[in-house]
């Protein structure tokens, strides 16, 4: 899988068909629940019709700014949670990068899931004024890596996940204890999650 950086520089000085981060960062600097915010753009073909299918997601998250080339280069993967009681886990798409990670609950990314395998993945974030966007060329072999750690996580989280055959007694009633301190997991931004229709 390839990629390429299509675009560094200032949300406002951004291309056209980027115009959707202007709008992202708007729609969220509205609501600052969370600490970020994910958009996944679902691409109607245009063109030939051998173009590649894409999907872009678009962040907006409110620290880290030096950091998002690092996130938006980073490879689309998925992971377990866990929560502090250990008692459930869920599962994750997660984009990662020098020690930051931006979380998208996989429940409501399949709720929106494109109905199109797609060739082409496009990460754009922004923080603060500025904008980064990476192509991530897939390929049909990519985005079938992608779907089967997805399912592989998948299959040992939710209804699926049996905490009293992977942890004893003891590691259960630590974790009991522990999680009645409240926590945040520190570098970690859990993203709402929307998608908007491309015509």
């Known amino acids: 899988m390839s990629q390429q950086i299509l675009y560094v520089g200032p949300v406002e000085k951004a291309p056209e068909q980027f115009l959707w981060a202007a709008g992202l960062a708007a729609a969220h600097s509205q609501a600052r629940v969370y600490g970020g915010a994910v958009a996944l753009i679902e691409h109607d073909l245009e063109g030939p019709s051998h173009a590649p299918a894409t999907w872009t997601l678009a962040f907006s998250i409110h620290r880290w700014a030096k950091h998002i080339a690092a996130l938006a280069q980073a490879e689309l993967d998925a992971e377990n949670v866990h929560s502090p009681d250990l008692l459930e886990c869920r599962t994750a798409i997660v984009l990662r990068a020098d020690d930051i990670s931006l979380r998208i609950d996989e429940w409501e ?69 522990s999680a009645k301190v409240q926590r945040s997991e520190p570098g970690v931004v859990e993203c709402a999650f929307f998608s908007l229709k491309r015509n």
């Open 109 to 177: 990314f399949r709720q929106r899931y494109p109905t199109f395998a797609p060739e082409t993945l496009l990460v754009g974030i922004v923080s603060e004024d500025q904008l980064v966007v990476v192509r991530h060329d897939w390929g049909a072999d990519g985005f079938e890596s992608f779907q089967a750690g997805l399912q592989s996580a998948t299959s040992m989280s939710g209804v699926n996940y049996k905490p009293y055959r992977v942890w004893n007694d003891e590691e259960l009633a630590r974790a009991a204890v």
